[in-house]
Structures are given as structure tokens and as C-alpha cells.
């Protein structure tokens, strides 16, 4: 009897899982401008104006194989799997105070080696490296388990940040991977083709959006590149590194292949040099499509390669967003601002193109960052990323989006070297 109790008591600890419920059809927000952020400090991001926000979601910090008491539920494909009910709670503590206050909030969707080898052989693809000496895995796409316990972790987290429960928040966007084009340092797949990382991701998306869709009917997935264009990351091989124009091509491909649906793309338009934010003068970078890479420059070569009729889905572009950029600030007496016009002359291009959010990397500068500062505070010295100073740049960051804007932004047009920011779109 006691142990019949007992289980009595565990089974009611355990969070019920949702039955199949129909998805919330709300449409995509329409926010009143592009202005976002990764987010480190929530109160000072609303302070800032911010209407979206980019949150990182580590599937390795949810994996509880053990099924421990407490922990939530979620039944995918007749198999139960538990989440780590901890980490799910700091993550709504960032994810609820913004999406309460009507920012769009986009998840992205990483694969951290955990060091556990029972959780990393489901979590991680098999063929990223032996040795583990990488920050960001592919998804196991490969493996029956891996599959299985990717589509219930979506689902899961598609579920929870609804909205249909106030207390979790909600999430619209949801970024797939991280600059899976450059694989071997931000995607890891070992050493793989084009063809091999396309059609593994490929999966992986499609998985996440037929997930979050089953809660949320016009949320959206992204596919994240970085800048480089034509050309891959320098110093790794053709396996290691793949062209973003080639690998979203392949991409596109290969969804149509399978059966089109509506995935979009998430942008990292840095500076060619990323310790040089006067991506005005980026020195490689031209507007065909033969570009080396997209940078703020030339961001309309994106836009315009989206227009092909084979890029399109139900007859339109995919919708782009700029997922992670930021501006190094140089160690010099005009260092901030310059990082300060290198913000006014990207989001002064942004205007005049087709893009539905800007979120800014980073809140705060990170001693980790290999040697950059590109956040809009200093970070106190000693301390990985705590906050200790505003820049020049979190001011302005402020005006984006108000009517204090053109002005702030006019006082940084000389040292762009532009006289009217109406030249920031080359004519042909």
C-alpha cells in the first residue's frame, strides 16, 4: 500500500501533458519598426525601445533522459519524453517580460556538446567531431532516436511558449542552428559536402516548423548564415566551410524536392573585418551575386537573390531577418563613435530594404568574444559581460525608430563619407 502511495504521490508531481489542441491562428506581429536585440538585461532592453529579441535555447540543458519527479512531459510518436523543468524557468524568465510587453521574441535553437555521453549521442550528430573541440553541433538528424527527440523537444517548446499559458510567454521566430554554412565552427558536422549539411539541416527545419506550427499557425523558421557569400571561411576546407549563396541554392533544393513549405532566412551581415566596423568601406564586396560575401553594404544582393522565382514560396520572397550582427568598438579616442555610424548606417539600409527585424549583437561587451567589443555598454573590467558603462552607441541605439533619430543620425554622416544617407542604395 505504501508503495502504491507513493507512486500515487510521484505521478501527481508530474506536470500533465497537453492534449492535441488546435493551433492559435493569430496573425505574425506587425511591430512598429525593425529595432531588436539579444537581450541580457530585459528591463534595460524595453528602456531601449525594443521590439524584438533574440533568445538563445540550449537543447542540451532540457534533456532529462532520466524522466526525474517534477520534471514536465510531452508524448511525441507514442514515446514520452521530460524536459529540465530549471532551465525551462530562466528561460521563460527572459522570454515572458518581453513577449508581455509586445516584443517579438525569436528563439534560436542550439545543439551544445553536453559532455554526457548517453545525452550527446541523441543530441548531437554523429559525424560532428570525435574529439568534441567545437562550440555548436548539427542536430542529430541522422539517427531514428535523434529524430524523435528533436520533433518532441519542438513540439514541446512550440507548445509552451504559445501563449496559451501566460506564465511561459510566447515565441514567434524560431532560429534553426547558427551559421549552418559554416559548419565545421558554427554548425559542426564534421567533415561533410554541401549536398550532406543541406539535406541534414533541411531536415531539421522541416521538423521545427511543422512543430511550431502545430501550436502556432503563422509562427516562423529561420535558417541562419553568416556573411560569407561566394566564398566559404578562410583557412578550412570545402568539407569544413560552405558558400552561403551555394548552401542556401542547395537548400532551396532540396525543400522543393521534399515538398516546399515556408522557411525563411536569418542574416549575419557583419563587416568584412569584423574588427572594423566601417563596413562602408568593406573593400571586397560588390552588388552582383558574385559578391565574397554580404555584409551592410551590399545587404540588397540578399534581398534581390531571394526574388528568384525558385527562392520563392507561394509567390513571394522569403521574409529576411538580421539575427546577430554587431560593431566592434575600435581602441581609439573615436572609437565609439564610429562603432556609433557604423549602427546609423545600417539601420539607415535597412530602411530602404525589405527587412523585418534588426537585432543587434550584443547587450554588453563579452570578454570572451575573441578580443571584440561590440555591445552598447562596456563590460565591467575583470567580469565576462557585466554591465559597467553605456557607449555612445546605446544612445543612439535609443532613437532608432523615434523622431529624435534623423537628427542624432545626421551628426554621424561625415564620417561615412556619405553627404545624405538617400546614397546608402547605389544607383545602376
Partial sequence: MISILRSLALLAMIPL????????????????????????????????????????????????????????????????????????????????????????????????????????????????????????????TAAPEGLR?????????????????????????????????????????????????????????????????????????????????????????????????????????????RGGFGWNVAHHPYPEDLGNPRVWADKSETFDDNTPKVTFKNLEVLCRHLEKPELLFEGKPRHIILSEQGFHTPAAPDGEQVQAAAYAYAWEKCQRLPIDAFIYHRHVDHSQEGGLHLGLWRNKPGSIADPFERKQIYDLFQKAGTPGWDEAAKGLLPITGLKSWDEIIPRF
Fill in 17 to 140: 501533458m497537453h492534449a492535441a489542441r488546435a493551433a492559435d491562428a493569430s496573425p505574425f506581429p506587425m511591430p512598429p519598426d525593425i529595432k531588436g536585440l539579444q537581450v541580457q538585461m530585459a528591463d534595460d532592453a524595453l528602456k531601449l525601445g525594443i521590439h524584438h529579441a533574440g533568445i538563445n535555447v540550449n537543447l542540451g540543458g532540457l534533456m532529462d533522459l532520466g524522466k526525474s519527479p517534477g520534471n514536465p512531459r510531452w508524448t511525441c510518436e507514442g514515446e514520452e519524453f521530460a524536459f529540465n523543468a530549471n532551465y525551462l524557468r530562466s528561460l521563460d524568465a527572459q522570454v515572458r517580460p518581453l513577449s508581455d510587453a509586445g516584443v517579438v521574441v525569436y528563439a534560436i535553437i542550439l545543439a551544445y556538446p553536453t559532455k554526457d555521453k548517453g545525452r550527446d549521442t541523441i543530441l548531437l550528430h554523429p559525424k560532428a567531431r570525435a574529439d568534441g573541440k567545437y562550440s555548436i553541433a548539427a542536430f542529430n
Fill in 149 to 257: 527527440w528533436y520533433r518532441a523537444v519542438m513540439e514541446f517548446l512550440a507548445d509552451h511558449w504559445s501563449g496559451r499559458e501566460a506564465e511561459h510567454g510566447k515565441v514567434w521566430g524560431w532560429i534553426i542552428g547558427n551559421e549552418v554554412n559554416s559548419h565545421w565552427m558554427w554548425y559542426n558536422m564534421g567533415s561533410a559536402s554541401l549536398e550532406e549539411v543541406a539535406s541534414e539541416h533541411e531536415k531539421a527545419v522541416r521538423i521545427a516548423n511543422e512543430a511550431v506550427h502545430k501550436a502556432l499557425a503563422n509562427a516562423r523558421v529561420y535558417v541562419s548564415f553568416d556573411h560569407h557569400w561566394r566564398i566559404s571561411m578562410g583557412g578550412i576546407s570545402a568539407q569544413e566551410a560552405l558558400p552561403g549563396r551555394d548552401f542556401l541554392d542547395a537548400f532551396a533544393r532540396i525543400a522543393r524536392a
